[in-house]
């Protein structure tokens, strides 16, 4: 109770010093366009500080799809829940989805806005019907193009180790299908003094070509088609051709993966190895089937976030050639923007069917420059990170993420 002769806050008066504090969940928009279409909030990249809470999620309706844009009030607002369902034809354009979904946002922001410092500022417009909109032309058609260049060196008298690295992809995501293509060519050479007379000298390469078409089936089911054709020195192979269907079950719909996911993966393909040496088991070259299931989870809580992976490959001509993989990962918020990280994974190997014949020599060990027998590699990792600036995260399409 105030003490007496002091007024009662109301909500009103209690926020007129400042502006609302609001952090949005909007997996089909463009986060970095939020700031400039929101200017009268200030947007939040987590959800503890925040006065509003704004969640998008969708479902299928016949040939609609619904959407619905729920507002979660918090500490002042923690009376004030909302929701406003915005129903959108399948076949409209993403570009149309997102202006409509942002439109949204901000009519239902205005009625907490305005109990912020900005209330001063809000006003109401109205435009009047003028036929039929003409979307927005995008001359790119969605396709994001990406070039990239590393090189790396290092020396002294006796050793020098130098790397270089060329990549190229394109990327196009919408609501229903997602494109993903990639090239990539590296190459490391090595020099290594002994003495006046002795110089050792390695060479090691590897190139890959990547395609990865996704197409929506509906809020949990999508599927795939992954092809691939790679080659290293390292791993004894001059070419490897692979394709391989797949198809993904989300237990949760793809509209709320930002907080949480489970999704089952399962695929079988073909893949033809030409190899560079003669293989422990005498083949240059071989043509195996195989098959593989995924399970991943991921959960994004006020705290932080956990996430999870396991897989197992099998080559359906050599069931005993198996391969099992197990790894997680969690964040833990210490403070506002301080987190604390991990990392582990651990692979069970028994498929190393490419590896070259004959006993490796003691350069070839020492220096790393041939796949050596295993039956199992580990790793794992530990640190805090620290965030700051202009925070954002949004998710056009999570299908086929792992």
Known sequence: ????????????????AGRVAVHVTCPPCDATALPSALPFVDLLATAEAADVVVTIGSRDVGATREWRVAFTGRGRFA????????????????????????????????????????????DVTYAKPAGTAVPAHDPWNFWVFRLGAYTYGNGQESTFDGYYDVSASANRTTDMWKVRVSANRGLSRSSFKIDETETIKTRLGDWSTDLLLVRSLGARLSAGLGGSMNGSTFSNTRRVARVTPAIEFDFFPYSESSKRSLTLQYDVGVAHYDYAELTIFERLEETVAQHGVGASLGLDQPWGSVGGEFQFIQQLSSLDRTRASVSGNFSVRLLKSLSLNGSASYNRIRDQFTLVKGDASDDEVLLRQRQLETGYRYSMSFGISYSFGALSNATVNPRFNN
């Open 1 to 16: 109770m105030p003490a007496r002769g002091q007024p009662v806050q109301t909500p009103a008066a209690q926020s007129a």
């Open 79 to 122: 009376d004030r829940q909302r929701a406003i369902l915005v129903p959108i034809a399948a076949e409209v354009p993403l570009a149309d989805v997102r202006a409509q979904l942002v439109r949204t946002i901000k009519l239902g922001l205005v009625e907490y806005a305005t109990e912020g410092s900005e209330r001063s500022r809000i």
